[in-house]
């Protein structure tokens, strides 16, 4: 069954091609397409296209189609099209005619907008949640391990003290800044589209703004144009929050690659955490990072993959947004693995201690000895030229301690800062509203 379909069936092989993988990626948007039929169809009411009889007949079955996508007892049938048709079809069999009247004032085109966007919003709050998770684990290291120390480097050669406390922390400040990216993203797509219908508007006096409060979206996309032109531009947006995301974790995994390395030797990871070679039974290969570190690689792609689909469209629905699903829905759950993973992972991470004893890192405090002699009163580049001189003669000797004290050092690491700024980010998501307005979407009763 095809919404459009009319006197002619139309070819095997066309209607083949053009569904693609509609049928399968749908099923993920099943839930969120009963949630803005339910709203739509309140709104008709309160305008005159619904009679309260219908509305009463049409919200309890959504409801039980809701019930039976929870329980995994929903399905598209192989002649049906899509999801918007599938559930049109299983309300018209079972409630008749009344099933037949809830497409009026909405095409195709804002329905699987609103689809979207609140299939999107649920997976934002996911991948914040596991950024969440992973945040307070990278907070939780960064302190328990703040005084063992870590050579730093600079194009991959010693170059000063680091800490362990500094590189957890680092990440997780990193972490807060791709939340914000993830907020910029959540308010393009916590607008409502619906009432755009195929992107020109109604001649029924739709409201809109009843539909926005009932779907918990925070305002509307008010011109009916942009709102088609916002398909593309909003997952290129998200997809960039993404890959934020995804290169902080990508960056991660690399170190961590690099740190289990025996010449590296800073951390390790119980032999259950870690897999083994076929013919040399002393590996420990750091394979949840090297596929952390490429599956974040591929993600940081997406943008640029949305962009070349999208960049020559103009203004108006076109077929060829249909394939952004299939980029950007395995994405999500992709990432949110990832995020998982590396939070576990890190809950069984190993540090060494007393890694700056091995005479090989004395050079690592060349610049605390320069600072040492600047304090006592020589000018920085002779207090240079002099420490430079005795490393070159091999007389240096490194400092018995550091004194590093400002913001976001090695002394001071401002972790408690940086959870402010991460738990103020999170707050303005502010998830519960939507949550709230859902719930009260599917406890109505009409």
């Excluded at 929903?74 to 005619?97: A, C, K, M, P, Y």
């Excluded at 219908?197 to 009843?210: D, I, K, W």
């Excluded at 011109?223 to 998200?238: F, P």
């Excluded at 974790?249 to 076929?278: H, R, W, Y």
Aim: charged share 25%; proline share 3%.
């Amino acid at each position: 069954m095809r919404m459009w379909q009319k006197n002619k069936e139309i070819e095997k092989s066309v209607d083949k091609f053009t569904v693609g993988k509609d049928r399968e990626l749908d099923l993920q948007m099943a839930a969120f397409d009963v949630l803005g039929s339910l709203a739509h169809t309140q709104m008709l009411e309160s305008i005159g296209l619904l009679s309260s009889d219908d509305l009463k007949l049409i919200q309890q079955e959504l409801k039980n189609i809701y019930r039976e996508i929870a329980d995994g007892q929903f399905s598209i049938d192989d002649n049906v099209e899509d999801v918007h048709s599938q559930v049109e079809f299983l309300l018209t069999q079972r409630i008749g005619e009344a099933g037949k009247k809830i497409h009026s004032g909405r095409s195709r085109n804002d329905q699987v907008l609103v689809d979207l966007k609140l299939f999107f919003r649920s997976r934002i709050e996911q991948m914040v949640h596991n950024s969440d998770l992973l945040f307070r684990q990278l907070i939780r290291q960064s302190e328990e391990n703040k005084d063992k120390l870590l050579p730093g480097y600079t194009h991959l050669q010693i170059a000063m003290p680091s800490s362990f406390g500094l590189w957890f922390g680092a990440y997780a400040e990193s972490l807060a800044d791709d939340m914000e990216l993830m907020r910029a993203a959540w308010k393009i797509v916590n607008k409502n589209p619906l009432g755009s219908a195929a992107g020109y508007g109604s001649s029924f006096p739709l409201n809109r703004t009843m539909t926005t409060e009932l779907l918990g979206f925070e305002t509307l996309n008010y011109n009916v144009v942009y709102a088609q032109m916002g398909r593309g531009k909003t997952e290129r947006i998200l997809a960039q929050a993404m890959s934020s995301v995804a290169a902080t974790l990508a960056k991660l995994a690399m170190d961590v690659c690099l740190f289990i390395n025996q010449n590296f030797a800073f951390i390790s990871f119980p032999d259950e955490l870690t897999t083994g070679s076929s013919i040399m039974p002393h590996k420990k290969n750091p394979d949840v990072f090297e596929l952390i570190r490429s599956r974040c690689n591929k993600i940081q792609a997406l943008p640029n993959e949305i962009a070349m689909m999208t960049t020559n469209l103009p203004s108006g629905y076109h077929r060829d947004l249909q394939l952004l699903k299939e980029n950007l829905f395995p994405a999500f759950q992709s990432l949110n693995e990832c995020l998982e993973m590396t939070a576990f992972m890190l809950q069984n991470i190993c540090v060494s201690d007393n890694l700056l004893n091995d005479e090989k890192y004395a050079y690592l405090f060349s610049v605390e000895a320069v600072n040492a002699e600047v304090l006592k009163g020589v000018p920085f580049r002779e207090a240079y030229q002099k420490i430079g001189s005795l490393i070159q003669a091999g007389e240096f000797k490194a400092p018995a301690k550091l004194e590093h004290t400002h913001e976001g050092s090695i002394g001071n690491l401002c972790n408690e800062e940086i959870s402010h700024i991460f738990a103020a980010t999170i707050r303005e998501f502010n998830f519960e509203k939507v949550n709230r307005a859902l719930e009260a979407l599917l406890a109505k009763q009409a």
